[in-house]
C-alpha cells in the first residue's frame, strides 16, 4: 500500500474491498461466453459461432446524468446502476441486438467501498434483467475533482444480431402502426429540467413529500430505475414482424421518433392513445411547461416504440402485455418528410 497516494486522497486498499464486495453480484450476472473474471485487465466473451450466419456486433454507451443528484439526496445508490445499464442495452436491441455484455465505469470523490458496492449491485442487477453479463469495469477515486460523497456513473455494452434481421426501418411503409410500451416514470432524461421545476439544491425537504397524485413522495418516484425493454423487445421481434424500434430517452418523441424511419415517412402520434403518467402532468403544472417541450423533453410514459405491420398491432399488444408490459397502439406511420406530429 502505498501511503503517499493515501495522503494525496487515494486508497488503494479501498479499491481492493469494493471489489470484493462487488464480486458474488458480478457473478450473477455471468452467461454462456463469458471467459474471464472480474480483477482482469480485459473481460473475454466467446461468441458461439454456431447460432449466428453473419454476426454483427452492435454497441451503445450512456451514462445515468444528473439523475444522479437524486441519489445523493436520497443516500441511495444501488439502483442508478439499472439506469446506467437500460440506458445502453435498450438502445441496442433497437436494432433487434441482443445484449451480450457490459461494462461500466464509476469515477468517485472517495472510495467508500460499500457506496461502490452499491452502485454496482445495481449494475449487477440490470445486466440480469438485460440477460447481459457485466465482464469488467472501472473504479476510479479522484479526489479533488469529485466531492468526496458524489460520483459520476457510466458504461458500455456491446450486443449481437445476425445481419439479416437487423432492424433499420428500412421495411417501414406507410400504414404500418407504432406500438408503445410503458415506461417505468422519467427514466434517465430530462433531468436538468427536472432539478430547475422542483427547487432540486434550494428546497430539498420539497423532495420528501407525500405527493397523492403520485403514492409516493417525489423524490422515490424520480429515482424509479429506467425500464429495461430487452427481453420484451426479442419477444416481440420473434413474434412479430418489426420493422423499426425507437428508444424514447433525451428529445422525448420530437428527437428519438424521426431516428427509425426514413426520409420520406412520418409518425403520427395520438397522444391521448396512452396515459400520461401522473409525475410528468406534475412537472407540467409545476413548472408551466408547455405540452410540446414535454413531448420534447420527456418520455411522456412511453419508454419504446415499435412499428409493425398493421395486420401485426393487436397481436404485438397481446405480446407485450403477457410478458408483463403495457402497451398501446399509439399511432400510425404516413407517406410524408420525416418527423413526427403528436395530435
Known amino acids: ?27 450473477k450476472t455471468f452467461i454462456k461466453g463469458v471467459m474471464s473474471d472480474i480483477g482482469g485487465f480485459g473481460g473475454l466473451f466467446e461468441i458461439d459461432k454456431n447460432e ?23 443516500d441511495k445508490h444501488d439502483t442508478v446502476g439499472i439506469d446506467a445499464v437500460a440506458m445502453c442495452v435498450n438502445d441496442v436491441v ?16 472517495k472510495n467508500v467501498p460499500e457506496k461502490v458496492a452499491a452502485i454496482v449491485r445495481g449494475v449487477a442487477d440490470g ?37 439479416k434481421k437487423i432492424i433499420d426501418g428500412k421495411r417501414l411503409e406507410a400504414g404500418d402502426k407504432l406500438i408503445g ?6 427514466h434517465s432524461n430530462g433531468f436538468s429540467l427536472v432539478r430547475k421545476v422542483f427547487g432540486v439544491g434550494k428546497k430539498p425537504e420539497k423532495l420528501n413529500q407525500y405527493v397523492s397524485s403520485l403514492n409516493d413522495t ?21 413474434e412479430c414482424d418489426v420493422r423499426a424500434i425507437s428508444h424514447i430517452t433525451g428529445g422525448g418523441f420530437y428527437e428519438n421518433v424521426p431516428r427509425m424511419l426514413p426520409e420520406n415517412l412520418r409518425a403520427v402520434i395520438k397522444k391521448d392513445s396512452f396515459p400520461i403518467l ?48 403495457k402497451a398501446y397502439i399509439i399511432g400510425e406511420v404516413i407517406e410524408a ?4 406530429d403528436v395530435i
Not at 1 to 27: F, I, P, Q, T
Not at 57 to 71: E, F, H, I, Y
Not at 94 to 109: E, I, N, R, T
Open 337 to 340: 418528410a420525416n418527423g413526427v
Open 278 to 325: 401522473p409525475i410528468f402532468k406534475l412537472i407540467q403544472s409545476t413548472g408551466d411547461i408547455p405540452e410540446r417541450d414535454m413531448f420534447n423533453t420527456f418520455n411522456m410514459g412511453i419508454g419504446m416504440i415499435a412499428a409493425v405491420k398493421a395486420d401485426d398491432a393487436e397481436k404485438a399488444v397481446e405480446v407485450l402485455n403477457a410478458v408483463g408490459e
Open 218 to 238: 417525489l423524490l422515490n418516484t424520480l429515482l424509479t430505475p429506467t425500464k429495461i425493454y430487452v427481453k420484451s423487445a426479442l419477444k416481440l421481434i420473434e
Open 127 to 163: 445486466c440480469v434483467q438485460a440477460g447481459c453479463a457485466l465482464i469488467g469495469g472501472e473504479t476510479a477515486e479522484m479526489p479533488g475533482f469529485y466531492p468526496e460523497d458524489e460520483y459520476d456513473l457510466a458504461g458500455f455494452t456491446v450486443g449481437i444480431v445476425d445481419k
Open 1 to 27: 500500500m502505498s501511503e503517499s497516494y493515501k495522503n494525496a486522497g487515494v486508497d488503494v486498499e479501498a479499491g481492493h474491498e469494493a471489489v470484493r464486495l462487488m464480486r458474488s453480484d458480478v457473478k
Open 181 to 186: 410500451i410503458a415506461s417505468s416514470g422519467v
Open 52 to 74: 449466428y450466419d453473419e454476426p454483427v456486433l452492435v454497441s451503445g454507451t450512456d451514462g445515468v446524468g444528473t439523475k444522479l443528484k437524486m441519489a445523493f439526496l436520497a
Open 94 to 109: 433497437c436494432s433487434g441486438a441482443k445484449p451480450l455484455f457490459f461494462l461500466d465505469y464509476v469515477a468517485v470523490g
